[in-house]
């Protein structure tokens, strides 16, 4: 039985760009409320272009790889924020929206004269939400910083890293989806305040911040010992064996921890270690660490025999905790990702079908918006400026003709 | 500034989950104001407890690391949900509470005559969050994970690491923090809906799906389904870019240690500014930046070499290049961005005594967050079991003999 989706009759106006503010609109999407993306008018996260090449495509500014994964279940409206007109326009939208989002650098907005203060004059229960890299405030404040470079200043590129090595790089744009899944979060707990109070409020969620509150417990650690956490690899503190194997092909892996004493006899006796598990002594797992060389060499010399799905599911019979490390084709073909429906297919007019991640979590109840794509430039700026803003057919015309509105991306100006 | 303006003041949660997700999860609730109450098993509490490290590295249930730092400012009770005799009690607190976060294997509350159809026959508002490794169904639910396996399936282990090394895990457990962090999210979600319906749900979350989540605008699969290839870890460079992408973006070392370089796509010429090296800026490379990367990384690292990581930090961003420290735990603890947000505040906790706790990426305007530290184990059986539930203390003392509480 399926009701509405978490987010029905929420219209949010979406100025964020790249990757972390868009991850939070579209979860924010998929559970239902109208985004209405607020476009530059000369095109997309220029940055994004720059990041994957025009390659002389016609619509490039339509084909974005990256824009067209975070931008699904948006609508696009462009409008040119430095001129009066549409700033006037943009308030315009504010005034019939519950929620503003922007991830521009601090002093962007006022300098816009479209900060919390000014649209609240519009929209006097409206939820704004900043999220700048490292605070609205404070020394650091004008800083400009990715995702990337927010795990390098919150610590967490610090305790990642082969034992031994330099600091390392988690994932891809990972502090953008950790901080993006913060402020969607966020984003609903204000609007059930704003349930139950009537108030909106400005909310400020730091990139940084969300970056830190995800490996917190390393702060205390530091406290405890008062020297610096080692980077460990894929070494578990306690549990051995622990990390991944080499496997039958090229760069094929099998990620297993061994947690209990029946898990260890039960890794023995599959891979047919009979010295090891008749070891009464190698119950303890600090009597195994004096022999970890053997240990993992014996279970390499196994794993390598075989392919790393068959390795899986043969521990997993056996009750041991192992998985694949898993590379797209396999996430693309796997049985369990397909009977879960998680993977989100789309289908573009100018992009084509493309393949995204899906939402991280199911409900038994209430509905959700996936399968949908994302805007084309200004996709929806001719209807929602007739429908949502009421606008006659020669405002419509001149705002086009004034370049306010475009609705194809225009070549920047510098004055 | 009160409590009441917190976002979910008055809103109940029970946790019964263990260990990381789970925490993670009702940490981000007590956070935004809600009252959470968690579930532990009798005398050895919840298994977070046994996580090290400890206070003068000695195991002790009241001095983990990770369980001071996640369960900052929840209650305590003590409850062997698992045990036919707490059933009631259970129930009763099922009653009074708006959510409940659990994280057993995928059917075992219905084994033990707990799942969904019987918690929402008495509390139909109830929202009963459902962590796991790998989902509620599918071939893979009864799969024995754990933080590295959910890692790995995720697909996020393979695109973390040099190219011709072994694939590697990111530091700490973020498959379960973002296990934990989906479960927030979907409460939120969830509560808005019985907003409007007046009805609870039970959402189910995987964590190895949490994690794949992350790979949203990395062009991840899009890149196989055009290429037929994998995308390949990169070392500390971005993944899936073409020879026409936007460099660096990358760690380099400089005098004194290393730092976050990258890229400002509104500032293009900004590097070649700052090093003052003409082929920085030049428009072979700006054109084709990806395929120039190695080239790039050595103009730039012989610049670093001659500036420490501050050093590095305020010239660039004073020409709005968005260089940034890579900064140890001890030196974020302390930074002064840090300092002048308090972001991070003394907490005096009974035993562990007083430390200093990272507070949350969610403290509103309107409500400061609650300092507060961790509870003792069981610390709330008397406020909950007497005075909320009213039961009789001889049955309480009854329980307590039988390891029930």
């Not at chain 1, 997309?44 to 390659?55: F, K, L, S, T, V």
């Not at chain 1, 010399?301 to 390795?311: I, L, S």
């Not at chain 2, 989950?17 to 935004?32: A, E, M, P, V």
Request: include cysteine; aromatic fraction near 8%; charged fraction near 20%.
């Amino acid at each position: 039985m399926s009701t509405s989706t978490p987010l029905t009759n929420i219209r949010i106006a979406d100025l964020t760009n790249v990757i972390a503010g868009p991850v939070a609109t579209r979860v924010l999407g998929h559970l239902g409320a109208e985004i209405i993306k607020v476009e530059l008018p000369w095109g997309r996260a220029i940055g994004n272009i720059a990041m994957h090449g025009d390659n002389g495509d016609s619509r490039a500014y339509n084909k974005v790889k990256t824009f067209n994964e975070v931008n699904r279940a948006k609508k696009s409206i462009a409008i040119d924020l430095t001129h009066e007109t549409g700033k006037n326009l943009f308030k315009e939208i504010v005034s019939v929206s519950d929620i503003v989002i922007q991830n521009y650098s601090p002093r962007v907005m006022g300098n816009l004269g479209l900060a919390y203060e000014n649209l609240r004059k519009v929209k006097p229960d409206i939820i704004m939400v900043s999220m700048p890299a490292l605070g609205l405030e404070g020394p650091w404040s004008n800083y400009i910083s990715f995702g990337p470079g927010t795990d390098a200043l919150g610590g967490l590129s610090s305790v990642t890293g082969y034992k031994n090595g330099r600091p390392h790089k988690p994932g891809n744009f990972y502090a953008d989806h950790n901080s993006g899944f913060h402020v969607a979060t966020g984003i609903m707990a204000s609007l059930f305040r704003k349930y139950q109070t009537g108030e909106g409020q400005h909310l400020e969620i730091v990139l940084r911040e969300a970056t830190m509150s995800v490996i917190g417990e390393y702060f205390i650690e530091y406290q405890f010992r008062g020297k610096e956490p080692e980077r460990l690899g894929n070494d578990h503190p306690v549990f051995f064996p622990h990390g991944i194997f080499a496997c039958k092909g090229s760069d094929s892996w099998i990620a297993i921890s061994i947690e209990s004493e029946k898990e260890w006899h039960s890794l023995c006796e599959l891979i047919g270690a009979t010295d090891l598990k008749n070891d009464s002594s190698l119950v303890k797992v600090d009597s195994r660490r004096l022999i970890s060389q053997k240990i993992e060499a014996q279970i390499t010399k196994w794993t390598m025999q075989r392919d790393n799905k068959q390795v899986m599911h043969l521990m997993q019979n056996q009750g041991i905790r192992a998985g694949i490390v898993a590379k797209a084709s396999d996430l693309l073909s796997d049985e369990h990702v397909a009977e879960r429906e998680y993977l989100d297919t789309v289908e573009h007019p100018d992009a084509g079908t493309y393949t995204s991640p899906g939402l991280p979590f199911k409900f038994s109840r209430a509905s959700t918006n996936l399968g949908v794509t994302a805007p084309m430039f200004s996709e929806h700026s001719l209807h929602l400026l007739s429908e949502l803003l009421a606008k006659d057919t020669e405002t419509i015309k001149s705002l086009i003709d004034l370049g306010t509105t475009p609705l194809e991306p225009i070549d920047r100006v510098y004055t | 500034m009160a409590n009441s303006d917190l976002a979910l003041t008055g809103i109940k949660v029970l946790d019964i989950s263990r260990g990381f997700s789970g925490g993670y999860c009702t940490k981000i609730l007590r956070d935004l104001g809600a009252e959470v109450i968690k579930v532990e098993i009798p005398n050895s509490g919840d298994t977070c407890r046994t996580f090290g490290p400890f206070l003068n590295d000695i195991p002790d249930i009241e001095t983990s690391a990770p369980y001071l730092y996640l369960n900052a400012g929840k209650k305590s009770i003590t409850l062997d949900v698992t045990n036919p005799q707490a059933r009631d009690t259970f129930l009763a607190l099922c009653k009074g509470s708006d959510i409940i976060v659990e994280n057993f294997k995928p059917g075992f509350m219905s084994q033990i005559n707990l799942g969904y159809d019987v918690i929402s026959a008495i509390n139909s508002k109830i929202i009963l969050c459902s962590l796991t490794y790998f989902g509620q169904f599918g071939p893979y639910s009864q799969f024995e994970g754990s933080d590295i396996v959910s890692y790995a399936m995720s697909g996020y282990m393979h695109l973390t690491g040099d190219e011709d090394k072994e694939p590697l895990k990111a530091g700490g457990r973020q498959a379960e923090y973002q296990c934990g962090l989906a479960g927030a999210m979907s409460v939120l979600a969830a509560i808005l809906t019985r907003a409007l319906t007046g009805l609870g749900d039970h959402i189910d979350v995987s964590a190895t799906e949490a994690l794949t989540s992350t790979f949203d605008g990395v062009a991840y699969f899009q890149t196989y389904d055009q290429t037929g290839s994998n995308p390949m870890r990169a070392g500390t460079r971005l993944i899936a870019r073409e020879p026409t992408g936007a460099y660096p973006s990358t760690l380099l070392p400089c005098k004194d240690g290393w730092v976050h370089v990258h890229y400002s796509p509104s500032n293009p010429e900004g590097i070649g500014f700052l090093t003052g090296n003409d082929r920085l800026a030049d428009d072979d490379v700006m054109a084709r930046m990806r395929e120039h990367a190695d080239e790039i990384d050595e103009l730039l690292i012989e610049w670093l070499r001659g500036h420490t990581r501050e050093e590095v930090q305020t010239l660039a961003q004073e020409v709005r290049v968005p260089f940034t420290m890579v900064q140890s735990v001890e030196e974020t603890l302390s930074d002064e961005q840090n300092q002048h947000r308090n972001f991070f505040v003394p907490i005096e906790h009974e035993i562990a005594g007083q430390m200093t706790y990272p507070t949350s990426p969610f403290r509103l305007k309107t409500a400061e967050w609650q300092a507060l530290p961790a509870p003792i184990l069981g610390q709330n059986n008397h406020e909950i079991y007497v005075e909320q539930l009213q039961l009789d203390p001889e049955e309480i003392s009854r329980m307590k003999k039988g390891g029930i509480v």
